[in-house]
């Protein structure tokens, strides 16, 4: 069996069209947009020789792959590496990297603790927070956004709210950068990445034991369904490692894309500052706009077929979830912000079982730092270029320089 | 081709086309049912595409889904025993005529 990047290679189906690109890249994840493009424009479905995989980009095609649990599988790795015929850098995720009926336990355990309900007991903690912070930043006029906001606000909040006695932001940070590039290619940029793995893991192991946690948290919720017998107890060590994984660096990349957009977009922050009732759809269309998470991959789990090719078990499918956010068949002038566009259906927190089980914590912190901004904030100024941190499957903003100006 | 009347809580009502394998949230997302906020897009992970199903209907709709229960204690509007959340019923040709009910609040 030949293999590629951990997974078999394959034959491209008949009539599908090959594409010479490698979409990671430094130059591609830093400004993907017209890879997205060119993604989109060759076809339903493409095959990429570089890395043996079949790629979706057209949104109706890769919502319905993404979202297909019964063909295609989650349980081999949401990456280029296949779990079937490879080992996994690290012990594979009990919520995110399983498939029905073990994930179908696991996810509504993690479902409960991170209800809207749950949620809202946070809505303190997260609004007193946006509002130091942005008066921090206020004082001090000018400000490096993604390291003295977009990173500070989620790692101060996030360890509050799973209850961690143990913080280093960035651990925290750097832990899930490191997931979110082992999702690529064996590449410089996740060779980088892993190479604080021996630093950092362990770290990040001891910190989701229960007697580091505190008792009021979303970590002591998740051991209490161990103790009432849902989940075992080593599971909910790891169904806390799974917050950890995906919890920092996502809302990170939010709140850094969501500053980004509204200084960029003048015209559609004073639409925000006049209409408070935007500030939840202003982060789907900031999500839609800028796809934090831009690439997960798909394995078939048995031979099927996608927009009437066929394609056969083991397949790895590369879905760019950032090609599907700006398809212009779904979305009107997709290349324009628009803070009351109400995108519904965008694929930036993925879609169906999987779909992003932390997302109300995501709502509840973006809201409360949209909310500080408009009743604090009269303009947010460009104060320099800004810059992206190619990330194998995360586009965030490296250095975003910001000037505010108080009302 | 099914059809799918949603009944305002003003009593006013809309009817639409569905097809088979959609799901009562997404027939009413794509023709613009405002009663239906559909937050999470379908990963039942809010409470913002809760339904009340007709009681001509309610034995017709399935049993709630596992985990549906928890997530429909976070609706905005009050639980009965015919709240569902319409992402997770699915359009079949048996449910051609389905009448469901909007609450007063989603969000």
């Not at chain 1, 890769?62 to 599988?73: G, K, R």
């Not at chain 1, 090719?309 to 397949?315: A, K, L, Y």
């Amino acid at each position: 069996m030949d293999m590629i990047e951990g997974h078999r290679q394959i034959v491209p189906p008949a009539g599908v069209p090959s594409w010479d690109v490698d979409p990671f890249t430094p130059e591609v994840l830093s400004d993907p947009a017209p890879y997205f493009a060119d993604l989109r424009a060759r076809g339903e479905l493409v095959f990429l020789p570089r890395y043996s995989v079949l790629a979706v980009g057209r949104y109706q095609t890769t919502h319905d792959v993404f979202s297909d649990h019964e063909n295609f599988a989650s349980s081999r790795g949401v990456g280029l590496s296949d779990f079937k015929l490879d080992s996994p850098w690290r012990k594979p995720s009990i919520i995110l990297e399983v498939d029905p009926p073990e994930h179908t336990r696991t996810r509504k355990v993690m479902s409960r603790a991170l209800s809207p309900k749950v949620v809202r007991d946070f809505s303190d903690l997260f609004r007193e927070t946006a509002k130091r912070l942005v008066d921090e930043a206020l004082e001090k006029g000018t400000i490096e956004a993604v390291t003295e906001f977009a990173e500070a606000y989620p790692t101060t909040v996030f360890p509050a709210a799973v209850g961690m006695r143990d913080t280093n932001p960035r651990f925290l940070v750097d832990y899930g950068a490191m997931v979110f590039n082992a999702v690529g290619p064996d590449n410089e940029i996740r060779r980088n990445s892993m190479s604080r793995q021996s630093e950092i893991v362990p770290w990040i192991t001891d910190a989701c034991a229960r007697d580091r946690l505190t008792e009021d948290g979303l970590g002591a919720r998740i051991y209490a369904e161990a103790d009432a017998g849902e989940i075992t107890h080593a599971e909910a060590a790891m169904l806390v490692r799974s917050f950890l994984s995906a919890g920092v660096d996502t809302t990170v990349t939010g709140i850094g894309s969501a500053l980004w957009c509204l200084s960029r977009n003048p015209g559609e922050w004073e639409k925000l500052k006049e209409d408070p009732k935007l500030v939840r759809p202003a982060f789907d269309e900031v999500l839609r706009y800028t796809s934090p998470v831009h690439t997960f991959f798909r394995t078939a789990g048995r031979d099927t077929e996608i927009a009437g090719f066929p394609v056969e078990e083991g397949s790895k499918i590369l879905c760019a979830l950032g090609a599907a956010n700006l398809d212009p068949e779904k979305w009107d002038e997709p290349d324009v912000f628009r803070v009351d566009r109400r995108p519904k259906g965008h694929l930036a927190f993925g879609a169906g079982i999987h779909g992003c089980v932390g997302q109300n914590v995501a709502r509840g912190e973006l809201a409360a730092v949209l909310q500080a901004l408009i009743e604090k904030v009269h303009r947010i100024e460009p104060a320099g270029e800004a810059e992206w941190r190619p990330n194998n499957s995360i586009h965030a903003l490296d250095k975003l320089p910001l000037r505010l100006i108080a009302k | 081709m099914q059809k799918i009347t949603f009944v305002n809580p003003d009593g006013s009502r809309t009817s639409v086309d569905a097809k088979a394998g959609e799901t009562v949230m997404s027939v009413a997302v794509a023709n613009g049912i405002d009663g239906i906020v559909a937050e999470c897009g379908g990963s039942m992970m809010c409470a913002t595409c809760h339904c009340y199903v007709d009681d001509a209907w309610s034995g017709q709709t399935g049993d709630r889904q596992d985990g549906e229960d928890d997530m429909l204690e976070c609706a905005a509007s009050e639980v009965r025993e015919t709240s569902r959340l319409s992402c997770q019923i699915k359009v079949t040709e048996a449910l051609d005529g389905l009448v469901v009910h909007l609450p007063d609040e989603q969000e």
